[in-house]
Structures are given as structure tokens and as C-alpha cells.
């Protein structure tokens, strides 16, 4: 078989295809009055989706459009730069192209850009609640950044119609899982094409390139033109350069490399080792290289050797846990996450400055998210030194704008340094300095570590004591303060991670004496069972 025989066997699609699925999509659009909705990343799957849906549809009688496709475009606001601005310009030429379509609605398809609630963003919940990086074991950002903004705008439709049909551009030969997925709810179609949401009910799913291969896609969008105007010449360039070797070719055999193999989204996305994708971006295109930083930054905060030690020894609610002898990392210390906040900042000023025009006042992190990590440090983790403010205004050289904060008029920085210092001269003692931890931590030249031993104590707990007890003097009813204080006092009951560690194992060593069901598995010696250390259990969130 020669090589040309190989490239048409790997396309599986014709004009006579082509124009029976528009006939099919027609068909379907005009069945009944239950409103469409298609996501849209920017990708080359969900452009030859729209692009089919759209070239079918506008050759309908307008008599016949009679109701509104919905076009959805998640922003995680984390997105890549470049795609970001992609699909930004995008859904612009999309609401200008809509316009031109006869119909008897205001416009056929309608774009809606969708984000997290600010307190549910990357940056609020791991800058300001301090959640460890993601990875497959706490997978924290993927509901939160994608999926609850869509299923948010989906049951809002429902709300409106009773029931709503979700076009997609999943395609069974992504993967093998996909495929299985794919094959599973296929058998379960409550009508011919249409395949239940196993997450929503009254969503129903279209997916009309699901038995389209990789160079399916390619074809399609090489050779019938972009309906809004958006070159997919640019696209495949796109692709291009997220490839090691600027190459896209035709898919001849399962081992060559292909322009679906390169992936767009999040840059801060830890669950892989390497961006691949963004590190070809910047290798293969020099007006890219503004964002080696970004890059850098991911790879300096998604360091998993380094990680432990940057976090609390105890859970974001107080409590212990630990496995192989060793306690499980909470979230982040507060110097490390003010670190990332100064880091954050930092990257942002360069690329306002340094890079394209487009991107001078580009934000990697907004000033909603900003107000709410200030809200979480100080009334939350009872950090009253409010130093969010203070951080931004020396990176950023201007004032930080919170028009409705109110914070205390008692306890600020002042107080907060004066606390400090003489909770030093408690944790000076000679119990502190004579801790193995403490011994070890100075032999490696530790200061950040070392210095995080006062941090999650002593002052730690005095500051949510003083904070508590201030909040509450206002109160007519203080009657659940000895409670909160003593929550403050539980959580922060241990001279360290080694007097923790202890306590832990205590408490587990009488439960299995009295026969009482235990974590077993932290007397379990990680070199003796053979397996690598993982400080975070499944889905251990806090």
C-alpha cells in the first residue's frame, strides 16, 4: 500500500457524507422546539462541529429558524494567552456573522462566554484557600473551572424550556475510553441520534462527528471555508506550532505525529509533567517567547519534589491524617502562598510590559479574585495582618482598589508583627530548639521551613484566638464563642509536624489495641510495601 492509498484510507468522509450529516442536522434542528446549545473551545473538534451545524442550517428557509442556537465557550480564566485571544476574536466574528442570517429570532446563534464564580477560581483556591496543586489524586479543578459554569447555564435553560439538546464535538476515535463512554450511552438513545447527559437529566446529547476519524476533522476544515470568517488556515497554524516539529501531517499510521495530539487549555494545568503544547509554542515562534515566564512559573508551583514542605502538616479543616508514617500535607504555608500571589503579580507586570500590544492590560489573575483571597486570608484563615494590599501595591505600583472592604479597626500589621515577636520568644524555648525537626531543618540550612514551625503553631494560634474573640465582641449573643475558641485551640494543638506525628500515631495505636477500626496503612513502612510516597489520599480535598 502506498503512501497516498494510506491517506485516503484514513479519511472516511465525502462530499456525499458531508451533505447527507447537514441533511441530518437540518432534520433534527427542525423536529421540535427544545433549544441547542453546542460548546465551543476554539479547537479544531468543536470548529468542525459549529462549522457543520452552522453551514447546514443557514441554508434553511428563514420560516424555518425559528429558534436559537446557544454557543458556549468555557473560560477557566486560566486559558492559554493565545488561545484565549483566539477565541475571544472568535466569538466576536461569530455575533457579527449571526447578524447577517435571515431568521425570524433576533440572531441564530447567540455566543455566551461562561466563567467560575470568583470564589471558585484557580487562583482563589490556591492562592487564597491554599489547595495543593492538582493532580490525579486531587483533581480539584476541573469541576469547579469547567464543569459547574456549564451545568450552571444548562439547568438554567432547562429551567426555561424543560429540556435542551447539547451538540458536541467528541469523537470515538479520541481515545479508547472515550469510544467505550461514547458506545455505552449510544445504546441507552432515547431517540435516533440523541444520547442522554449521564450527569443532567432533560439534556440530551448530539454528537455529529462521532465516527469521524483525525483526518476527518482536518479535511473538513482544509476544504469547506469558515462561515464566520475566521481563517482555519490560522488554526492548523496554530496546531502547527504547539508540535515539537511544526508539523501537521495527514495520519497515515497510529505512530506518526499529528496536529490532534497537540492540546489547548489551561497553562497553569499541573496534571502533566510537561506542557508540551506551550513549550513548542515558544520554541517554535519568537514572538512567543514572552510567555517563557508563565511557563516557568508552572513549572516552579507544580514542582512535586518540592511541594510537601510548603504545606501545612495539617488539613485545611485542623484535623491529621497520614499514611507510611508520615502525615498528609494540607494547604499551602502563608509565606508560600504569599509568594505566589507576589509571583503571580510579578508575571503579569511583565507581560503588560514586555509583551504584545494585545496584552498590555491582560490580567492573569483579576481584582475580583484578588478581593476574594483577601477575604479568605483575613476572615478565614485569621490572618489580620491583611497583607494582600500591601503585596500589591509593591509589585504592581498602584493602589489596591476594594471600595467595600471593612476590615478590623483593632488588629492590622502592627499588631500582627508584635504577635509574631513574642511568639517567637515562646517557640526560642528549649523544647523548640532541641526538636528533631528543628535540628534536622538547620542542618539543611531550612530558614523557609524552619521559619514554618512558628507559623502553624504558636502564632497561628493566637491570631485565630485574638481575631475570634474580636469578631465577636460586637455580637448581642456570644454564646457559641467558647466553641470557636475552642476549635481554634484543637486546630492548632501541636508544638510541630513531630509532636503532631506523634499525637497521630498515639491515637491510632489505641484504637487498634481496643480493637477499633484504624488507618492501617500508616504503620505500613513505605519502603518495606514498595511503593512511592503520596501524601495526598483520594479525593482528600481538605
Known sequence: MNESTMIKSSVTINKDKINGLMETVRNLYMADDIPWVIGYSGGKDSTATLQLVWLALRELPKDKLKKVVHIINTDTMVESPVIEKWVERSLKMMDEASKQIDTLVDSLFVTHRLTPE????????????????????????????????????????????????LVLGTRKAESTNRA????????????????????LANELVFSPLENWTNNDV????????????????????????????????????????????????????????????????IANDDEKTWMTPLLEFRNRFGDEDRDRDRRSFKKLQGYLQGSYEQLHHGPYL????????????????????????????????????????????????????????????????????????????????????????????????????????????????????????????????????????????GLENRKNIIDDLEKCIKRNFYENEEDATRYYRDQLQRKKDMGARYNEKFFVNVQEEGEEFDDIPEGAEE
Open 180 to 199: 467505550r463512554t461514547m458506545a455505552y450511552y449510544e445504546a441507552k438513545r432515547v431517540r435516533e441520534l440523541l444520547s442522554p447527559n449521564p450527569t
Open 334 to 473: 502563608k509565606e508560600w502562598r504569599e509568594q505566589w500571589l507576589r509571583e503571580i503579580l510579578t508575571k503579569q507586570l511583565e507581560i503588560n510590559q514586555e509583551g504584545p500590544t494585545e496584552f498590555a492590560d491582560y490580567e492573569l489573575i483579576t481584582i475580583q479574585e484578588l478581593r476574594c483571597i483577601r477575604r479568605i486570608w483575613v476572615f478565614e484563615k485569621h490572618e489580620f495582618d491583611d497583607s494582600l494590599p500591601k503585596i500589591y501595591e509593591e509589585v504592581m505600583g498602584k493602589h489596591f482598589d476594594d471600595p467595600e472592604w471593612i476590615g478590623s479597626e483593632a488588629f492590622g500589621n502592627v499588631e500582627w508583627m508584635l504577635l509574631g515577636k513574642t511568639c517567637d520568644l515562646v517557640m526560642n524555648s528549649t523544647t523548640y530548639k532541641e526538636s528533631e525537626e528543628a535540628i534536622a531543618l538547620a542542618r539543611r540550612g531550612d530558614a523557609s521551613r524552619l521559619e514554618s514551625l512558628r507559623d502553624n503553631t504558636i502564632l497561628e494560634m493566637m491570631s485565630s484566638l485574638i481575631d475570634v474573640e474580636n469578631r465577636a465582641m
Open 218 to 281: 482536518w479535511v473538513f476544515l482544509m476544504q469547506y471555508q469558515n462561515p464566520w470568517g475566521l481563517s482555519n488556515n490560522e488554526l492548523q497554524t496554530l496546531y502547527m506550532s504547539a508540535t515539537e516539529d511544526r508539523e501537521c501531517p495527514m495520519m497515515t499510521e497510529k505512530n506518526l505525529p499529528s496536529c490532534g495530539q497537540s492540546r489547548f487549555g489551561c497553562w497553569v494545568c499541573t496534571m502533566v509533567a510537561k506542557d508540551k503544547s506551550m513549550e513548542a509554542m
Open 118 to 165: 470568583y470564589d471558585q477560581t484557580f487562583w482563589t483556591n490556591f492562592i487564597g484557600r491554599g489547595y495543593p496543586f492538582p493532580r490525579k489524586k486531587l483533581r480539584w479543578c476541573t469541576d469547579r473551572l469547567k464543569i459547574q459554569p456549564v451545568n450552571k447555564f444548562v439547568k438554567e435553560r432547562i429551567a426555561e424550556t424543560g429540556e435542551i439538546i
